[in-house]
C-alpha cells in the first residue's frame, strides 16, 4: 500500500438519472470519458415531462429516482436533468450518503468561460426558467452579463418522441418560436438547459449561426464528474465498461427513441420497471 489505505478505487456503478431520454447524452458523454466504468441509467419517461410540473411533483419524482440509483450500490449521482436539478439538487445533496452531481453549475461555468461578447442565452423548461437559477448563477459569477432565458416547453417532448431531425417542420416551428428573442438579443452563446436539447443542436445552430457556441448542460456536468472522480481516487480498477438502462415507461418507446439517440439498440441491456407513484 502507499499509505492511503486499500481505497483507491471504487468499482461501484454511476448512477445517472433524468425525465426520460434526453440524460443519455450525459451518460453518453461519461462513457467516453470513462470508458471503464460501469453505468446505471434511469429514465423516468412515466413521468415526463418534469418540466411541467410543480415544484414539490419534482422533489418527489427527484427523490425516487435516487433512492432506486442508491439501490443499485452506486458511488455518485448525475442528475442528468436541468428541471431536477433547479428545484430539487440541495435537498437531494442533503439526503444523499453519496456525491450527487447537478447540471446547472457545470454548464454556467463553461458559457461564462467561453463567451466573447458577455451576451449569454438560456432555452430550458419552464420550471427550471421559472426557478431563475441559471441567471442567479451567471450573474454570481460575472456580474456583468447579460443574459436571456427561453422556456421551450415543446423541445423535450418532442425529443422523447424521437422528433429531432431538423428537416422535420414540427421542429423547425418550434425554434422559430423559441429563439427569436435570443438573436435579437445578439448572444454568442447559449447554455442547453435540458438534457434533451443537444438533439436539436444541428437545427439550433442553423438558426442563430455558426458562431453561437452551444453548451450542453449534461456533457458540461459528465466533465466535471469525471475530474472529480479521477481526483478522489474514485474510478473503477478494472474495465467493466457498460451501461445497464432502465425505464418507467413503455420498453418498446425507450428502446426505440434511445437506438435514433445513440445510433446503437440497447435493448438488450434495458430494463422496465414499474413507475414510482405505483410502488
Not at 415531462?49 to 419524482?61: D, L, N, V
Amino acid at each position: 500500500m502507499d499509505g492511503r489505505g486499500d481505497f483507491l478505487m471504487d468499482n461501484r456503478p454511476i448512477g445517472v438519472f433524468d425525465s426520460g431520454l434526453g440524460g443519455l447524452t450525459a451518460a453518453g458523454e461519461l462513457a467516453e470519458l470513462l470508458p471503464g466504468e460501469h453505468i446505471v441509467y434511469l429514465g423516468d419517461s412515466y413521468n415526463m415531462p418534469y418540466g411541467e410540473k410543480t415544484r414539490a411533483e419534482i422533489i418527489e419524482m427527484s427523490r425516487a429516482d435516487l433512492a432506486f440509483l442508491l439501490s443499485k450500490n452506486v458511488k455518485a449521482v448525475l442528475v442528468a436533468c436541468g428541471t431536477a436539478t433547479s428545484n430539487a439538487l440541495p435537498l437531494l445533496e442533503a439526503e444523499s450518503p453519496v456525491p450527487v452531481y447537478g447540471v446547472l453549475e457545470p454548464a454556467v461555468r463553461e458559457a461564462a468561460a467561453a463567451t466573447r461578447n458577455e451576451r449569454i442565452g438560456v432555452l430550458a423548461t419552464s420550471a427550471t426558467i421559472r426557478t431563475g437559477n441559471f441567471e442567479r448563477l451567471l450573474k454570481a459569477l460575472a456580474p456583468q452579463l447579460s443574459v436571456t432565458s427561453r422556456a421551450c416547453p415543446k423541445f423535450a417532448s418532442m425529443v422523447e418522441d424521437g422528433i429531432f431531425e431538423k428537416t422535420d417542420p414540427r421542429v423547425a416551428s418550434a425554434v422559430e418560436e423559441y429563439l427569436p428573442p435570443l438573436k435579437k438579443a445578439g448572444v454568442d452563446t447559449i447554455i442547453l438547459g435540458c438534457t434533451h436539447y443537444p438533439l436539436l443542436a444541428d437545427i439550433i445552430t442553423e438558426y442563430m449561426g455558426g458562431n453561437v457556441r452551444l453548451i450542453s448542460s449534461g456533457a458540461a456536468a459528465a466533465r466535471r464528474l469525471c475530474e472529480d472522480l479521477r481526483d478522489a481516487d474514485m474510478l473503477a480498477d478494472h474495465a467493466c465498461g457498460k451501461t445497464d438502462y432502465f425505464t418507467t415507461g413503455f420498453f418498446d418507446t425507450f428502446a426505440r427513441t434511445a437506438q435514433l439517440m445513440l445510433r446503437k439498440d440497447i435493448s438488450g441491456a434495458l430494463t422496465k420497471i414499474e413507475p414510482f407513484d405505483k410502488r
